[in-house]
Every structure is written in structure tokens, then in C-alpha cells.
């Protein structure tokens, strides 16, 4: 009887003890997340542009992985590894979730724009109000780039 009892504890103790292991995870600890960090964040995209995000989880002993997703994909899409694509304009929420605790994420706002065309100029022209100055002098040019649309870019220069 006493050999059955011991065989009983024994078993019982052996159960406990297994029935407390975590069979996800693997020999690691627990680490509870403080928070999730994106970085190279652009605040502004042109449509066609790809951006690289990468997602950083705190503490820094925490499981690094994060998915990755957008929650407006009409605008701008993300990849799993945090490539940004600009598909239209509008806003857009890119969003990195901690894998290993989904409560903990954070949101990135990128305003996507169409892109700026520039027609190629077809002449330059460069004109100052002084017609005579001395050698060492300084003079203000005024330099208008051609053709004369609402692409034009003026701008100013110094001479020596």
C-alpha cells in the first residue's frame, strides 16, 4: 500500500511539474512590451515613391517581429518587411503591430501627393539693375528660367 501512495505522490508531483512548463515559450522569458517605435517615417510621399519604415519593439530584449499593414492600401501599401509604396493620393495609416503582443502598436500618417512635373527649359534669362560695378563688388542677378509657366522657378545670385 505504501508503494502505491509513493507512486501516486510521485506521479501527481511529475504532472504538477510538466503541467507547468509553457510549451510556447522555447527556453525564453517573457518580456512585457512597452511600446513599438517606427522609424524613417516620411510625413509626405509622391505617388510612385517607396519608402523603407523599419519597426523598432521596447524594451529592447522583447521579440523584434512586428506585422506590418495599411489601413488605407487605395493610398499607400506596406510589405512585410515595412516597404512603403505610394499607389494614390490622399492620406495614409501604416500601422506596426508587436507579434507577440498585438495590443502594443504604433500608427504612422503619410500624406501621399501626385508628383511635381517640370517641363524642360527652353532658356534662361539673367538681369540686374547694375550696369557698371567694380572688380570685388557685390551685385544681385535675377535669374528667370524658361518657359514662363506655373512651373517656373526665379531665383537669385551673388556675384564677386
Known amino acids: ?40 517615417n516620411p510625413t509626405q510621399m509622391e505617388v510612385g515613391d517607396t519608402k523603407q519604415l523599419t519597426a523598432r519593439v521596447e524594451p529592447e530584449n522583447a521579440l523584434q517581429e512586428v506585422v506590418w499593414s495599411s489601413k488605407n492600401e487605395e493610398i499607400a501599401t506596406v510589405d512585410e518587411t515595412g516597404l512603403v ?18 495590443r502594443h502598436s504604433r500608427t504612422v500618417t503619410i500624406q501621399v501627393v501626385k508628383p511635381i512635373v517640370y517641363d524642360d527649359p527652353t532658356g534662361v534669362e539673367i538681369s540686374t539693375s547694375v550696369l557698371e560695378f567694380e572688380v570685388g563688388s557685390r551685385i544681385n542677378l535675377k535669374a528667370t528660367v524658361f518657359p514662363n509657366e506655373p512651373n517656373e522657378e526665379t531665383g537669385t545670385a551673388g556675384a564677386r
Not at 3 to 26: Q, R
Not at 88 to 93: I, K, N, P
Open 85 to 102: 509604396t505610394a499607389v494614390g493620393e490622399g492620406l495614409a495609416e501604416i500601422v506596426a503591430t508587436s507579434k507577440s503582443n498585438n
Open 1 to 40: 500500500m505504501k508503494k502505491w501512495i509513493a507512486f501516486l505522490l510521485i506521479l501527481v508531483l511529475g504532472l504538477a511539474l510538466y503541467g507547468c512548463d509553457d510549451p510556447d515559450n522555447n527556453g525564453e522569458d517573457k518580456v512585457n512590451i512597452t511600446g513599438v517605435v517606427i522609424e524613417g
